[in-house]
């Protein structure tokens, strides 16, 4: 696992991550294409079955190689995590206090910390979203974007002057700038002409496009590869 990279709660519990179309173990250089069909014995899967074949047969799966990575990686201290991982094999506190040599108080104590340690993490993560939140607004591609790197770190100012200098009054950018950043910015600005409640033909997001930029095309790709929007894999409907 690249510990420079952070990832969000729902591919930890997947194991994986989706960028584009790619879907990327998070444990290994195992990557799987949306769209394309894999060959398993006599089935065929999808990407998301062959990706979950994979972390069954060479991770044992998301939450056995969330465990391997050790209690530093969890926060917890030893005793917390012998529990936890007796607890994930659903035996009872008598079960484990014979197992560490430990009394079923100890087990129930411990399980209340780890409750408790639970709720922490929740409102730890409330505070960081809100303060983020506050801070700018969301500029990330889509739910799996694993490059949170200073590309996102931009506050509504600094949003706000990009925008000016790129975009005219009109909407129109004569210009599509090259950096992440000020692409990122537009990319997020734009998406604002589509609704989340409709769906949309290519024809209708190259006419939307075209409102604002000359090579449309180029930056219908770039809605996509960002995540901004997504589309049917015959091409024929967009959504946000």
Same mark, same amino acid.
């Given at each position: 696992?690249?510990?420079?990279?952070?990832?969000?709660?729902?591919?930890?519990?997947?194991?994986?991550?989706?960028?584009?179309?790619?879907?990327?173990?998070?444990?290994?250089?195992?990557?799987?294409?949306?769209?394309?069909?894999?060959? =398993?014995? @006599?089935? +065929? *899967?999808?990407? /998301?079955? !062959?990706? #979950?074949?994979?972390?069954?047969?060479?991770?044992?799966g998301p939450l056995a190689v969330?465990?391997?990575?050790?209690?530093?990686?969890?926060?917890?201290?030893?005793?917390?995590?012998?529990?936890?991982?007796?607890?994930?094999?659903?035996?009872?506190?008598?079960?484990?206090?014979?197992?560490?040599?430990?009394?079923?108080?100890?087990?129930?104590?411990?399980?209340?910390?780890?409750?408790?340690?639970?709720?922490?993490?929740?409102?730890?993560?409330?505070?960081?979203?809100?303060?983020?939140?506050? =801070?700018? @607004?969301? +500029? *990330?591609?889509? /739910?799996? !974007?694993? #490059?949170?790197?200073?590309?996102?770190?931009?506050?509504?100012?600094?949003?706000?002057?990009?925008?000016?200098?790129?975009?005219?009054?009109?909407?129109?950018?004569?210009?599509?700038?090259?950096?992440?950043?000020?692409?990122?910015?537009?990319?997020?600005?734009?998406?604002?002409?589509?609704?989340?409640?409709?769906?949309?033909?290519?024809?209708?997001?190259?006419?939307?496009?075209?409102?604002?930029?000359?090579?449309?095309?180029?930056?219908?790709?770039?809605?996509?590869?960002?995540?901004?929007?997504?589309?049917?894999?015959?091409?024929?409907?967009?959504?946000?």
């Amino acid at each position: 696992m690249d510990r420079d990279i952070v990832y969000n709660i729902v591919d930890y519990q997947h194991g994986y991550t989706q960028l584009g179309e790619v879907l990327r173990c998070l444990y290994c250089t195992q990557t799987y294409r949306m769209g394309v069909v894999y060959p =398993q014995g @006599e089935d +065929l *899967l999808t990407a /998301p079955l !062959a990706m #979950q074949m994979h972390l069954a047969q060479v991770h044992q799966g998301p939450l056995a190689v969330l465990l391997a990575q050790g209690r530093e990686s969890l926060g917890l201290a030893q005793a917390q995590f012998e529990i936890l991982q007796l607890q994930v094999k659903g035996l009872t506190d008598t079960v484990i206090a014979q197992r560490l040599g430990i009394s079923t108080s100890t087990v129930r104590n411990q399980r209340f910390k780890l409750r408790e340690k639970e709720r922490q993490a929740i409102r730890f993560l409330a505070v960081l979203n809100t303060m983020h939140t506050g =801070q700018q @607004e969301t +500029l *990330l591609p889509h /739910p799996g !974007a694993t #490059q949170l790197d200073e590309r996102y770190d931009i506050t509504p100012a600094e949003q706000q002057k990009i925008i000016s200098n790129l975009m005219d009054k009109k909407g129109w950018i004569s210009t599509w700038p090259s950096k992440e950043k000020r692409k990122l910015v537009l990319l997020a600005k734009l998406s604002e002409e589509f609704a989340p409640q409709k769906n949309y033909s290519e024809k209708a997001v190259n006419e939307i496009l075209h409102q604002h930029v000359d090579d449309y095309v180029t930056v219908r790709r770039y809605m996509i590869e960002y995540g901004f929007l997504h589309r049917t894999r015959d091409g024929r409907t967009y959504w946000v």
